[in-house]
């Protein structure tokens, strides 16, 4: 009894001293011996916080006002943001934002990998705003709550859908349409069993995948179709798995993004994977092409490549590229795309690069440079195959820095890699969330 007592919220907000930020982007504080996570809270802040969850020693909670505002703090350039569970660093300096990612690269490094780079790169900043180009919005109908629906990210502290009408991080060209294509929803015959929305936007056209867990009408069909003539959007249902999607009044089945300093053109269906801040994905690319100093007689691995974002620019300065990835659609969306821009000197494999491929033909011969993009989980089952390839270079390319540290500290003491250098990418500005990029380097024995 006494300890479920001591978990029941304090129903009046408490004073905290914050000490520094966590990796997630919360001030922590402690108090009454106990450590708390405060939302909205910068270090050497002293805040008024509203617990929100307790567990044994631990506080979750935001902060409701700050006494002392800390040099770092900005006005939050979105309205929602107190609501929103979407952004979590919107009240710091967009600098600041970025010393903290590169901070917590550092400390990844150290205390998971025991690993340190030579030399830091430069972060790589883009836009702040309007920069996301894909996004998997929440849909929700409240009956109750004014017969009203919304469409959004989720609350803070809640399952529920934040009751939005923009979003300052998403592309501009469906920001804006946000509390539209609620009320859209709100017309269809199934406004209840409309799951979610699937953003993908190129750069000419934006696609929007409804997922639709009850047939459509003919009369759902052509609602959404006039919406998507009005506003020049690409409209899709998605009855079923990702195999359904289907075009709703069009027969385009692919948007398209373009690397102009490439001469590529890259065409995707609205669900396969691409990078979401295209700023940023113009920026990585030249980076890890000059970091894996790739000449015209290499052999080139790209592991986790998916559409092909980096085998076809890595194409046009090595002799061969193989790019192995896990998802069979996407290889073939890179074979379609090496053979819309004319490039043929790439293969592309489909394995799970969590398991081991012996004997595999694109695990033979001479390799000399070595590029991995691989999810969040990381890449360690198939550094030991990599380090056998001996490449005198590896490019890391990372969504998940705990990952990042933890395969940087096995290459660097279980296969001789040196961390040559590492940087942040800011791909998601005003979350808390990294992306971070590393080159290993080895002498080939
Ligand atoms: C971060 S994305 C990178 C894609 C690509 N390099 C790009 O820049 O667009 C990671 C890719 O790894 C693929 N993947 C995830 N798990 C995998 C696995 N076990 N084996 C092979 N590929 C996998 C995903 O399908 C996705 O395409």
Same mark, same amino acid.
């Given at each position: 009894?006494?300890?479920?007592? *001591? &978990?029941?919220?304090? #129903?009046?907000?408490?004073?905290?001293?914050?000490?520094?930020?966590?990796?997630?982007?919360?001030?922590?504080?402690?108090?009454?011996?106990?450590?708390?996570?405060?939302?909205?809270?910068?270090?050497?802040?002293? #805040?008024?916080?509203?617990?929100?969850?307790?567990?044994?020693?631990?506080?979750?909670?935001?902060?409701?006002?700050?006494?002392?505002?800390?040099?770092?703090?900005?006005?939050?350039?979105?309205?929602?943001?107190?609501?929103?569970?979407?952004?979590?660093?919107?009240?710091?300096?967009?600098?600041?934002?970025?010393?903290?990612?590169?901070?917590? =690269?550092?400390?990844?490094?150290?205390?998971?990998?025991?690993?340190?780079?030579?030399?830091?790169?430069?972060?790589?900043?883009?836009?702040?705003?309007?920069?996301? &180009?894909?996004?998997?919005? *929440?849909?929700?109908?409240?009956?109750?709550?004014?017969? &009203?629906?919304?469409?959004?990210?989720?609350?803070?502290?809640?399952?529920?859908?934040?009751?939005?009408?923009? %979003?300052?991080?998403?592309?501009?060209?469906?920001?804006?349409?946000?509390?539209?294509?609620?009320?859209?929803?709100?017309? =269809?015959?199934?406004?209840?069993?409309?799951?979610?929305?699937?953003?993908?936007?190129?750069?000419?056209?934006? *696609?929007?995948?409804?997922?639709?867990? !009850?047939?459509?009408?003919?009369?759902?069909?052509?609602?959404?179709?006039?919406?998507?003539?009005?506003?020049?959007?690409?409209?899709?249902?998605?009855?079923?798995?990702?195999?359904?999607?289907?075009?709703?009044?069009?027969?385009?089945?692919?948007?398209?993004? #373009?690397?102009?300093?490439?001469?590529?053109?890259?065409?995707? +269906?609205?669900?396969?994977?691409?990078?979401?801040?295209?700023?940023?994905?113009?920026?990585?690319?030249?980076?890890?092409?000059?970091?894996?100093?790739?000449?015209?007689?290499?052999?080139? =691995?790209?592991?986790?490549?998916?559409? *092909?974002?980096?085998?076809?620019?890595?194409?046009?300065?090595?002799?061969?590229?193989?790019?192995?990835?896990?998802?069979?659609?996407?290889?073939?969306?890179?074979?379609?795309? @090496?053979?819309?821009?004319?490039?043929?000197?790439? /293969?592309?494999? +489909?394995? !799970?690069?969590?398991?081991?491929?012996?004997? +595999?033909?694109? =695990?033979?011969?001479?390799?000399?440079?070595?590029?991995?993009?691989?999810?969040?989980?990381?890449?360690?089952?198939?550094?030991?195959?990599?380090?056998?390839?001996?490449?005198?270079?590896?490019?890391?390319?990372? %969504?998940?820095?705990?990952?990042?540290?933890?395969?940087?500290?096995?290459?660097?003491? /279980?296969?001789?890699?040196?961390? #040559?250098?590492?940087?942040?990418?800011?791909?998601? @500005?005003?979350?808390?969330?990294?992306?971070?990029?590393?080159?290993?380097?080895?002498?080939?024995?």
């Amino acid at each position: 009894m006494g300890g479920r007592r *001591g &978990r029941r919220l304090p #129903a009046e907000p408490i004073v905290m001293d914050i000490e520094r930020l966590s990796h997630e982007g919360r001030g922590i504080a402690h108090h009454d011996n106990r450590t708390a996570f405060v939302q909205g809270a910068l270090p050497g802040e002293q #805040a008024h916080v509203q617990v929100r969850r307790r567990r044994r020693r631990q506080d979750e909670g935001d902060a409701l006002s700050i006494a002392r505002p800390a040099a770092d703090r900005v006005t939050p350039p979105c309205p929602h943001v107190g609501v929103c569970g979407g952004c979590s660093l919107q009240h710091m300096d967009p600098g600041a934002q970025v010393r903290h990612k590169q901070q917590t =690269l550092a400390e990844q490094f150290a205390h998971i990998g025991d690993v340190s780079p030579q030399t830091w790169l430069p972060a790589l900043t883009g836009p702040t705003a309007g920069y996301r &180009r894909r996004a998997r919005l *929440g849909v929700k109908y409240v009956p109750r709550k004014d017969d &009203r629906v919304l469409v959004g990210f989720r609350e803070r502290f809640s399952p529920f859908v934040a009751d939005i009408n923009s %979003c300052h991080v998403l592309d501009d060209r469906v920001s804006v349409l946000l509390g539209e294509l609620a009320a859209l929803i709100r017309r =269809l015959s199934i406004p209840h069993r409309i799951a979610q929305i699937e953003v993908a936007a190129g750069d000419t056209q934006v *696609g929007l995948v409804f997922r639709n867990l !009850d047939p459509l009408t003919q009369s759902d069909r052509e609602t959404l179709m006039a919406f998507g003539q009005t506003h020049d959007l690409l409209m899709f249902e998605q009855p079923g798995n990702e195999s359904t999607v289907a075009p709703l009044g069009h027969s385009q089945t692919y948007l398209e993004y #373009a690397l102009d300093d490439e001469g590529l053109r890259f065409r995707f +269906a609205p669900t396969d994977f691409t990078q979401v801040n295209a700023a940023i994905n113009r920026k990585m690319l030249p980076q890890a092409l000059d970091l894996l100093e790739v000449g015209p007689d290499h052999r080139v =691995l790209d592991l986790f490549c998916g559409l *092909g974002n980096f085998t076809l620019p890595l194409a046009r300065r090595a002799a061969q590229v193989i790019g192995v990835e896990g998802a069979e659609s996407l290889v073939e969306r890179g074979r379609e795309n @090496a053979q819309y821009n004319q490039i043929d000197n790439v /293969q592309f494999v +489909a394995a !799970d690069l969590t398991q081991t491929h012996p004997g +595999a033909s694109w =695990l033979g011969g001479q390799i000399d440079r070595v590029l991995l993009d691989p999810p969040r989980s990381g890449a360690l089952e198939v550094l030991p195959a990599i380090a056998k390839l001996g490449p005198e270079r590896i490019v890391y390319v990372s %969504c998940g820095p705990a990952t990042l540290a933890r395969d940087a500290g096995e290459l660097v003491h /279980q296969h001789g890699y040196t961390l #040559a250098a590492a940087g942040i990418m800011d791909m998601f @500005a005003h979350t808390a969330h990294a992306e971070a990029m590393a080159v290993f380097t080895r002498t080939r024995r």
